[in-house]
């Protein structure tokens, strides 16, 4: 402090109009963030709502169906499988060796057996999935009486020997994927191989009727032995 006679202290500095923060600047920031934790709280929730319902209270499937020069031909390629590799074709045109089924066809057969609202065969480069919904039984803890949806994944090829290889990819509950050691470590097994099937004649004569067999998006081909 100075003392002198006549001295006048000097005012204290003025904040700017820059460095006074505006009102309405901070109203602008907390709509906007509000509006952001609303706006993913609500896709949280709906994207939430969509899991339970697709998984957990699963809608049935829309049954398959062919018209009638589609289903002769399934009913035609059917005959030529469930015969033996020494019966004779049933039809000339269709038992050609190289035989091509459906995604389509496939699903109509299972809507033929009933089946068709539970479920859905699904058709990509090297495997096949099987989508199933299933009723759980009402007395079922926590999802007693929902519809569940399971999704069952097989890859499908010729090994080196020439035989049809059948393998478990992946098994999906509920759209949650089921650890390898809860199926018994059964992925990436041939299913086939040593299999108490293949003790059954029909199966045998069936695989062995079969030279090479492949799946493509939306079809399987099937190469049978002479």
Avoid at 44 to 59: L, Q, R
């Amino acid at each position: 402090m100075n003392d002198q006679p006549g001295f006048v202290p000097a005012p204290p500095p003025v904040p700017s109009i820059a460095q006074v923060p505006s009102r309405s600047s901070w109203k602008k920031k907390l709509l906007v963030t509000t509006g952001i934790v609303l706006g993913t709280a609500g896709i949280a929730a709906a994207s939430t709502a969509w899991w339970v319902k697709h998984n957990i209270y699963a809608s049935q499937f829309q049954p398959v169906a062919l018209n009638q020069a589609e289903q002769e031909g399934l009913d035609n390629k059917l005959k030529v499988l469930g015969q033996n590799s020494t019966a004779l074709p049933v039809d000339p045109e269709v038992a050609k060796r190289t035989m091509t089924i459906s995604e389509k066809e496939i699903n109509a057969f299972f809507a033929q057996q009933g089946l068709g609202e539970q479920v859905k065969v699904e058709l990509t480069e090297g495997a096949a999935a099987a989508v199933i919904v299933m009723p759980v039984d009402r007395d079922a803890p926590l999802i007693g009486g929902t519809t569940l949806r399971i999704r069952v994944a097989f890859g499908a090829k010729m090994d080196k020997d020439k035989h049809l290889a059948l393998s478990l990819s992946d098994v999906h509950v509920g759209g949650v994927p089921l650890p390898n050691a809860w199926l018994g470590n059964l992925k990436g097994l041939n299913l086939l191989s040593d299999s108490p099937m293949q003790s059954d004649p029909a199966v045998k004569g069936f695989l062995e009727g079969i030279r090479d067999f492949k799946i493509q998006r939306g079809s399987m081909q099937i190469v049978l032995n002479e």
